[in-house]
């Protein structure tokens, strides 16, 4: 009988009542379809992966991690806080045992929320990850925490609300801020002086592939996270890499990131961006939530999947092996 390798909480959270515009990409279809999908394919038919519904962060836990102009009501939507609190459920889960990984399929998304918020930053209004750290640190004590971010955009407000922070370890795999917004996220930038070295900037370069990102996971991130020793891993499960995205200009699939999260092996996976609504998030999540299952995913294959056209130039091989090692002196 099929059964997962490790416990799995999905959270989910496709914010009804909030949307940008109706048609703009960071509207509830994100996860709709996504839910539709996971139900399709008996994901929750399977003994040990459980959906759980969210709770709501309050103004305080949103206080935790920010100062908010004039007052979080200013900034925030009730939408926003039960975002924060899919990710906090997704964090209890983990941390009282009830789970041995979670999934916060949740939306509006929160990681160009700065620690200063006077308003909307690329779709994010408060920072979802910093909300939920600073939750379980609150009720669990001062944990050592590393977040990786896989999104295609740099994530700019969780480097600042940890850039003066020794606990807390961020890396960010990105396309560099060059080609794209938020046009940050250099190596040079480092953390603050009581911190330098505990923020990882990965800018690569657009086209780049699975082989790529799996290069610098398995020869940057898992070193820098070995040493540092992290109580909790958290990845800001982004998915705009992806071939098909419309904003972007990655050539990550489906497969490519259910790897990365087994090689990752993140105790939470928190939903960031991703717009490819139809042909990339509902296969993307699925791999994902396999991979966090410890469950095979070597049949997630989403529609459109040319690997000739996927395939990274040798160029930017190239390119992404010589860095890799800078990076990490």
């Known amino acids: 009988m099929l059964k997962a390798k490790r416990k799995l909480g999905v959270v989910f959270f496709p914010a009804y009542d909030w949307a940008i515009s109706a048609t703009h990409p960071e509207r509830q279809e994100r996860l709709l379809y996504t839910q539709d999908q996971l139900r399709e394919e008996g994901l929750f038919d399977i003994p040990g992966v459980t959906e759980y519904k969210p709770e709501l962060a309050s103004w305080l836990d949103v206080d935790r991690a920010h100062f908010c102009f004039p007052d979080v009501e200013s900034v925030a939507t009730q939408s926003h806080c039960v975002s924060a609190g899919g990710a906090i459920r997704a964090a209890k889960l983990v941390m009282e045992r009830e789970a041995d990984r979670a999934f ?3 939306r509006p998304p929160g990681h160009h929320a700065m620690k ?8 994010c209004n408060i920072n979802i990850e ?3 750290i600073e939750w379980v640190r609150e009720h669990y004590g001062r944990k050592r925490v590393a977040i990786v971010d896989t999104d295609c955009h740099h994530g700019d407000g969780t480097q600042d609300i940890y850039w003066h ?10 396309q560099d801020g060059r080609t794209l917004y938020p046009g940050t996220g250099f190596p040079m930038e480092a953390g603050g ?16 592939s699975d082989e790529g990102f ?13 040493d540092f020793k992290p109580d909790l891993i958290v990845n800001s499960a982004g998915q705009d890499n992806h071939f098909s995205d419309p904003i ?19 105790h939470l996976a928190v939903l960031e961006g991703g717009y490819a609504i139809q042909g990339a998030l509902p296969y993307v999540n699925l791999g994902i939530a396999l991979a966090l299952a410890g469950l095979d995913y070597s049949h997630v294959r989403e529609p459109g999947l040319d690997p000739d056209k996927c395939r990274q130039s040798a160029k930017i091989t190239e390119y992404i092996k010589e860095i890799t090692p800078q990076i990490a002196d």
Request: glycine content about 8%; aromatic content about 6%; proline content about 10%.
């Open 104 to 106: 916060a399929l949740i």
């Open 116 to 123: 200063v918020v006077h308003g909307s930053r690329g779709f």
């Open 130 to 132: 910093a909300v939920m």
């Open 165 to 174: 922070d020794p606990d807390t370890l961020f890396i960010s795999l990105h």
């Open 193 to 208: 002086p009581r911190a330098l070295g505990r923020t990882i900037n990965v800018p690569l370069p657009p086209g780049t």
């Open 214 to 226: 799996l290069h610098v996971i398995d020869n940057l991130v898992l070193p820098i996270l070995s």
């Open 248 to 266: 972007t200009d990655m050539n990550f699939s489906a497969r490519g990131y259910a790897v990365l999260s087994e090689r990752l092996g993140p």
